[in-house]
């Protein structure tokens, strides 16, 4: 079997109100998902997420956020062959909405909460957004 690690980020804006966005990509395919591709060799977990959000959005600076990182692993079939997938997510706060994407997507949303969990197509997406919304929730009430 073969595998495959990719590495990406829940990319979020405070804006003045203090109402939290989140940004969604929607692939070729169809789905919506976050910034995530596969780790380049030579590249640690974090360095490969910078990119990513650089190359799929045109995002140039983003925080990430100390204490949150979550891993998902899932199968898929490519060319006939399962592959063992392992994603790493981190969380990431840009004072910026404005994105350029890559040709690998076809749109994108800067959703609320609410939105972005009833937009996102796969449950483990979900399931990060959940955690990352919790995360945010925790560290800004400290």
Same mark, same amino acid.
């Given at each position: 079997m073969m595998k495959e690690s990719s590495a990406g980020a829940i990319i979020f804006s405070i804006n003045s109100s203090s109402d939290i966005s989140f940004l969604l990509l929607q692939h070729n395919a169809g789905h919506w998902d976050f910034a995530k591709g596969n780790i380049e060799y030579g590249e640690n977990e974090s360095q490969a997420a910078r990119r990513e959000i650089r190359e799929e959005?045109?995002?140039?600076?983003?925080?990430?956020?100390?204490?949150?990182?979550? #891993? +998902?692993?899932?199968?898929?079939?490519?060319? &006939?062959? $399962?592959?063992?997938?392992?994603?790493?997510?981190?969380?990431?706060?840009?004072?910026?909405? #404005? +994105?350029?994407?890559?040709?690998?997507?076809? &749109?994108? $949303?800067?959703?609320d909460f609410d939105k972005s969990l009833a937009k996102l197509t796969y449950r483990s997406a979900r399931d990060v957004l959940e955690q990352a919304r919790s995360f945010i929730m925790r560290t800004r009430l400290k």
């Open positions: 959005t045109g995002i140039e600076s983003v925080h990430f956020l100390e204490g949150f990182k979550v #891993r +998902v692993e899932y199968y898929y079939k490519r060319e &006939g062959n $399962s592959v063992h997938k392992e994603v790493v997510f981190f969380l990431a706060r840009s004072d910026s909405q #404005r +994105v350029i994407l890559s040709n690998e997507h076809i &749109g994108y $949303s800067w959703c």
